[in-house]
Nanobody, 126 residues
Framework: QVQLVESGGGLVQAGGSLRLSCAAS????????MGWFRQAPGKEREFVAT????????YYADFVKGRFTISRDNAKNTVYLQMNSLKPEDTAVYYC???????????????????WGQGTQVTVSS
């Protein structure tokens, strides 16, 4: 079983940047695709970005293309989400996800995500 812990959230003004981190432990990190999702109060969870186990393939939701970048450092068992040009509508709890697991099964680009972190709050002011 993999454990995921997100960090790096906070309060920023519109147009600002944040870098989220997700530290993984418990199983071979480099063997699984990773992703970022977000959920605003009263809304459903939505996909943000995913990255293959090698880091060679990435996939983004249309609303973040050109603004967010997902990356991973398998030696550090960590996946990142660099968020630039933040907008108030980006305000949400951001969750890290890993391929595999049996919780909250979500399929994106053929990858089955079923392991989740506790989330980190991102708030963007106008």
């Amino acid at each position: 079983q993999v454990q995921l812990v997100e960090s790096g959230g906070g309060l920023v003004q519109a147009g600002g940047s944040l870098r989220l981190s997700c530290a993984a432990s418990g199983r071979t990190f480099s063997s699984y695709a990773m992703g970022w999702f977000r959920q605003a109060p009263g809304k459903e969870r939505e996909f943000v970005a995913t990255i293959s186990w090698s880091g060679g393939t990435t996939y983004y939701a249309d609303f973040v293309k050109g603004r967010f970048t997902i990356s991973r450092d398998n030696a550090k068992n960590t996946v990142y989400l660099q968020m630039n040009s933040l907008k108030p509508e980006d305000t949400a709890v951001y969750y890290c996800a890993a391929q595999g697991g049996r919780s909250g099964i979500t399929v994106v680009a053929g990858t089955v995500f079923g392991s989740w972190g506790q989330g980190t709050q991102v708030t963007v002011s106008s």
